[in-house]
């Protein structure tokens, strides 16, 4: 089929044009004529043509499309003074040569209305360029009418406007009339950016200015108000088809390898007189023409002469022929000094190479080039072409740069073979940019090739570090949005310049619109049934598998290779993948709402049954009502795999699109636990209360009020958990449930063992074993169990305590439950300090830190934090506790776990002060009274009262300190509070020499433990009575020689005491 813009021939399956890209006739299944895309009746026989390619059934895609509106000056005026046939005339040639110059810059004409010319580029076939395209043909448009004016005898000049933007493109119209054509807002503001222009000139939206800057004059004419369009619009004159000097004169960025590569070609061709071809290859944007010009930079460095050819696939004109430019750069070089090079011509040869350039023949000259037919005139051409360039090279290197030469035709690409055959013996290289679809470039043009030498280098993404680079010297500050262009981007520079530009124009939130013309572009060049399948495969996500995307086409099978081939895919392990997330999003993007439902629900039925997550997320996409409770079930199976920051961003969506009380619910209840789980007390409270709110069924009220009670634990509300279980309990009890109950009696005692109620803790938790066995609950067995572990840890007894915290570990490791083993293994570190076996302590608490940065357990990360410092604290190691004590205590802080915030702070006070940092000791000391004050004085207040009596000194605050602690003692029967607070009493007692008060709390001490004695304390206890006697007779000489040999020992367990010099 040969198409009437450009005379190619095409496929008989194409619908538009595979060299310019112009709609195709179809041809009427009754008759044969052909008839044109937007055509409802046949021409030939007057056939209704609505089942045999009418414009209406083109599919609706939604697209940036370049609008043009285009009317001649005055015609009002003209047209009632003029005849009717004489304007009919006048309008029918304005229209012939408007559309004329419309395609062939790759343009469709949508329609004519009265003088005016409505125009399209980029639907329904993109160029990736269609802003410069639209433009070109503007200034073309302008330049065209002084030919015109003498013609018609009228002074004629046009108003252009243009804008680009979103639009659905499609057929419109009904039974009787239909035609292709683009719906947006962009029509509207291109129109009215065409009353806006005075005659002669052109008028553009702002992205439009952004896309033809430094390829014409732009000039901002600031923000107007413009009839129709709700903002002010910021306007833009656009002129003269000529770059402006010093546009976009960044430096080039990364591609070392590749700049050391063509440098140390260019050397040795210079060095040994001899010449090869270069070829640059790489998607679109990915920088061949910058590298290009540094390739030309390099060159006029070294002493080449450089002559510079672009191919243009739009627009060219004579003057912009290839083979025109190139016998224009060489006849250049003639002209500066190199005249003796034209000598070695033939006239003839001079002759064709002055025609070529389109410079004035002799009349000799005009009779030889006229006297040879088509093929004679070619093959001398080129001969006449290599013969120059070998005169030119001669007396200095020449570098021929050849860009775009996808672009080129077979004349051009002969051409080039035959010169890269001949300066195989001379100073020259011959530089050619290309894409690698097509590419030209290929096995049989190489195959021509005996003497000639090619050298092909495929350019591959910028690193991060080259686009960040990139980044600031478009944006200057790395701001977020900066970097997530880059991370956007993938390497792309183009992508990347044009993510960061589209801030400027206001499309910082999208894909920009010459971006998506980048990607529509190489998406139209692929047949109708390939083009379907790929905007299919971009519903199931850049990710996905051929067999999946076969069943939503509801075909046997898919082939890939034509999107392989074009680099639109490639292909990974277990199906293919979107050759980048741009190509990706802009190809989803020209779906309509209608199709991206229907192929999203299509999607969600295939993944109902085997991915959840895949299931929920088509569902929503397709807007569909059973989507909220798909992200439950979705929350739920992830939750169940630990895969907890998954679940809580389902269920989170989950509840953005809840609509009744029972979605709300389920949501809740589920968001809750993951943020429990996690260490989130604030949002899992959030989501607990609001599962409660929507609560109707006693059970969905239970729940809730157990969650609540879960988050205020961590959050340190003791007295509003305690109350929440209590509401709890008896709806719990009603059903019977002895799961529940487990939970409930758990919690209570964990609350009791906050507050130091060890009597009340060890009941909570036997009544939690109990009903765990009953219900036959693993995991709140394994709970249970570390309960009990809780509550003879607190008594102090800590072996039995041990030995509970043992059985949790190995219930919930038969089990599976994870995220109890993390916090079981740390107390089991905690009973390991009163053995004093320090380094077997630490030991267990990495294994808890590395299973719980495995699974994400937020809480239990600070938890090892804490009891990693807790331990160094125990053993008076404060250099070491440290860090571990700070990054804890950042950590509860980010989590609202204020109650181990507030010793984590005691810990790295003292820890502080052992630094010589007194006065931020003083400070976190402080804090730490005061969180302990607002979550329970009773879990540790002591502890840290005694802790800040050593950073106050041995004055008399010091001592006021001792004294409260002493006095909250009275309170709780929590031993490690009873066994630090007298251990750092006892420091402080020494550091003030009052030898009756170091006797004192070593006697307390021994009184506290006498029914549960432990290593820790006989050395704490021995060390005081040591130093009571040693402090009353510092000549006790037996006195010294005890403490000397208490420091060995003592230094041997890694117990870091102070002990006489």
């Known amino acids: 089929m040969r198409c009437g813009a450009c005379n190619a021939e095409n496929r008989e399956d194409r619908r538009f044009c595979a060299a310019c890209g112009a709609p195709l006739p179809f041809p009427c299944p009754a008759c044969g004529f052909a008839n044109d895309p937007g055509d409802g009746f046949c021409g030939g026989c007057g056939r209704g043509l609505l089942g045999a390619g009418a414009a209406h059934e083109m599919p609706a895609e939604r697209r940036p499309v370049s609008i043009l509106f285009a009317d001649l000056a005055g015609y009002s005026a003209l047209a009632q003074r003029a005849d009717p046939e004489d304007v009919h005339a006048l309008l029918a040639r304005f229209f012939a040569v408007a559309d004329d110059i419309v395609l062939r810059f790759g343009g469709r004409i949508d329609k004519h209305m009265g003088d005016n010319v409505m125009a399209l580029f980029g639907a329904p076939v993109a160029h990736g360029d269609d802003p410069r395209r639209a433009v070109g043909a503007a200034l073309a448009i302008h330049a065209a009418m002084p030919a015109l004016a003498a013609e018609t005898g009228h002074d004629l000049k046009v108003h252009i406007g243009i804008a680009v933007g979103d639009v659905l493109a499609s057929g419109l119209g009904s039974a009787a009339h239909s035609s292709y054509t683009v719906i947006g807002n962009a029509v509207n503001l291109a129109a009215r950016l065409m009353e806006l222009a005075p005659p002669g000139e052109t008028r553009v939206s702002a992205e439009i200015a952004a896309a033809v800057a430094g390829h014409c004059q732009v000039t901002p004419l600031g923000r107007q108000a413009v009839k129709g369009i709700g903002a002010e619009v910021e306007i833009f004159r656009v002129a003269e088809a000529a770059p402006v000097e010093g546009q976009d004169a960044r430096d080039i960025v990364g591609r070392r390898a590749e700049i050391a590569q063509i440098a140390g070609l260019l050397a040795a061709c210079r ?191 910028m690193t991060e570090a080259e686009a960040l680079e990139m980044s600031r010297q478009i944006a200057a500050d790395l701001d977020a949005f900066a970097r997530q262009c880059v991370v956007r981007a993938e390497g792309n520079p183009l992508f990347l310049e044009q993510l960061l530009r589209s801030r400027l124009t206001g499309e910082a939130d999208d894909l920009p619109a010459s971006l998506r013309n980048v990607v ?49 895919l490639r292909p990974v392990a277990g199906g293919y993948l979107f050759a980048h997330a741009l190509v990706h999003h802009g190809i989803y993007s020209t779906l309509t709402r209608e199709r991206r439902r229907a192929l999203h629900n299509r999607a969600a039925g295939l993944f109902a049954e085997r991915d959840p997550v895949l299931h929920a997320e088509h569902l929503d996409r397709a807007e569909a009502a059973g989507a909220a409770l798909a992200y439950a079930r979705a929350a739920e199976n992830e939750a169940a795999r630990y895969h907890l920051d998954l679940a809580k961003r389902l269920a989170a969506r989950g509840l953005e699109l809840a609509q009744d009380d029972a979605e709300l619910v389920r949501l809740g209840l589920v968001a809750g636990r993951c943020h429990l789980d996690i260490g989130e007390a604030l949002p899992a409270q959030a989501a607990f209360g609001r599962a409660l709110a929507a609560a109707m ?219 010589g940092e007194r006065d931020a000791a003083l400070a976190l000391s402080a804090r730490a009274l005061e969180l302990a004050e607002a979550t329970g004085i009773g879990f540790a207040g002591a502890i840290i009262e005694s802790i800040r009596a050593g950073i106050l000194g041995p004055g008399a605050d010091g001592r006021a300190a001792v004294d409260r602690g002493e006095r909250l003692l009275l309170a709780t029967s929590m031993a490690h509070n009873h066994i630090f607070f007298r251990t750092f009493a006892i420091d402080w007692a020494i550091a003030a020499g009052d030898w009756p008060l170091v006797g004192q709390h070593a006697e307390s001490l021994a009184a506290f433990t006498a029914s549960r004695p432990s290593a820790y304390t006989d050395i704490v206890i021995e060390r005081a009575r040591l130093f009571s006697r040693f402090g009353r007779d510092a000549t006790a000489a037996a006195a010294r020689e005890a403490l000397a040999a208490l420091a060995v020992r003592t230094g041997e367990l890694g117990f870091a005491l102070r002990f006489p010099a």
């Open 271 to 461: 060095q040994a007189m001899t010449g090869l071809c270069l070829l640059i290859r790489g998607v679109p944007g990915i920088g061949k023409s910058r590298l290009l010009e540094e390739a030309l930079r390099q060159a006029g460095v070294l002493g080449y002469r450089p002559a510079l050819v672009r191919i243009l696939d739009f627009g060219a004109g004579r003057e912009r022929d290839p083979m025109c430019q190139l016998a224009r750069a060489l006849l250049d070089l003639v002209l500066l000094d190199l005249a003796p090079a034209a000598s070695a011509l033939t006239p003839l040869q001079l002759a064709l190479i002055r025609d070529l350039a389109d410079r004035p023949l002799a009349a000799e000259e005009q009779q030889l080039v006229a006297a040879m037919d088509h093929a004679a005139r070619a093959g001398l051409r080129v001969e006449a072409l290599a013969a120059l360039l070998a005169g030119l090279a001669a007396p200095v290197p020449l570098l021929l740069a050849v860009e775009d030469i996808h672009w080129a035709d077979a004349g051009v690409l002969d051409l080039l073979a035959v010169l890269t055959e001949r300066v195989a013996g001379l100073p020259v290289v011959i530089v050619l940019t290309s894409r690698l679809d097509p590419d030209p470039i290929d096995a049989a043009w190489r195959a021509r090739l005996h003497d000639g030498r090619i050298v092909t280098i495929d350019l591959a993404p």
């Open 697 to 915: 069924a006693p059970l969905d009220r239970c729940l809730a009020l157990i969650g609540l009670a879960a988050s205020d634990r961590q959050l340190g509300n003791l007295e509003a958990a305690l109350a929440n279980l209590a509401m709890a309990e008896p709806v719990a009890r009603q059903a019977d449930d002895a799961s529940l109950l487990a939970e409930i009696s758990y919690l209570r005692g964990n609350l009791h063992f906050a507050v130091g109620a060890a009597d009340s803790c060890l009941q909570a938790h036997e009544m939690a074993l109990a009903a765990a066995r009953r219900a036959g609950a693993t995991e709140w067995l394994a709970r249970a169990e570390s309960g009990l572990g809780d509550a003879n840890y607190m008594l102090g007894r800590y072996a039995e305590a041990e030995g509970h915290f043992s059985a949790s570990v190995a219930t919930a490791e038969a089990a599976g439950h994870l995220r109890i083993i993390c916090v079981n293994r740390c107390m089991i570190g905690n009973c390991h300090v009163f053995a004093c076996r320090f380094d077997e302590a630490l030991q267990h608490v990495a294994l808890a830190q590395e299973a719980a940065a495995r699974i994400g357990d937020r809480f239990g990360e600070m938890f090892g934090l804490e009891c990693r410092a807790f331990i160094l604290m125990a053993a008076h190691r404060w250099a070491e506790a440290a860090a571990p004590a700070e990054a804890a205590m950042q950590r509860a802080a980010a989590i609202g776990a204020r109650r181990f915030e507030s010793i984590t702070a005691a810990i790295l006070a003292r820890a502080r002060l052992e630094a």
């Open 520 to 568: 529509l572009a190489r998406l139209d060049q692929l047949p109708e049934s390939e083009r379907l399948a790929l905007q299919a495969a971009s519903v199931l996500g850049q990710h996905f598998d051929a067999a999946d995307l076969a069943l939503l086409l509801e075909r046997p099978a898919f082939d890939p290779a034509p999107m392989l081939r074009r680099q639109l």
